[in-house]
Nanobody, 123 residues
Framework: VQLQASGGGLVQPGGSRRLSCAASGFTPGYYAIGWFRQAPGKEREWVSCISSSDGRTYYADSVKGRFTISRHNAKNTVYLQMNSLKPEDTAEYYC?????????????????WGQGTQVTVSS
């Protein structure tokens, strides 16, 4: 079971970036997939999740209206489209598969984790 996050990089404030989370070894369509992020010196925080049971999406208040999570089941990939990026969005971003088809914000309920991809928002 493996999750591979990619798409990070340097972005100017107000810019956009799309992160990808590619799954192998299991079918992500059966699991809720979440995105977390961790800024230097801060705890890892939940950002967004997409349920596999009903396709519903959930967002942290800090990113609501700016980030969009989606999934392409045929490609075994989940995306996080990030728009109107702010310097405070700078962090290492991680994708994770929850142990069921339902979303949760609780980190310990995510069974599988990918390595992080760094997003830096700076001019």
């Amino acid at each position: 079971v493996q999750l591979q996050a990619s798409g990070g990089g340097l972005v100017q404030p107000g810019g956009s970036r799309r992160l990808s989370c590619a799954a192998s070894g299991f079918t992500p369509g059966y699991y809720a997939i979440g995105w977390f992020r961790q800024a230097p010196g801060k705890e890892r925080e939940w950002v967004s999740c997409i349920s596999s049971s009903d396709g519903r999406t959930y967002y942290a208040d800090s990113v609501k209206g700016r980030f969009t999570i989606s999934r392409h089941n045929a490609k075994n990939t989940v995306y996080l489209q990030m728009n109107s990026l702010k310097p405070e969005d700078t962090a290492e971003y991680y994708c994770a598969a929850e142990g069921s088809s339902w979303c949760t914000t609780r980190e310990y309920e995510y069974a599988y984790w990918g390595q992080g991809t760094q997003v830096t928002v700076s001019s």
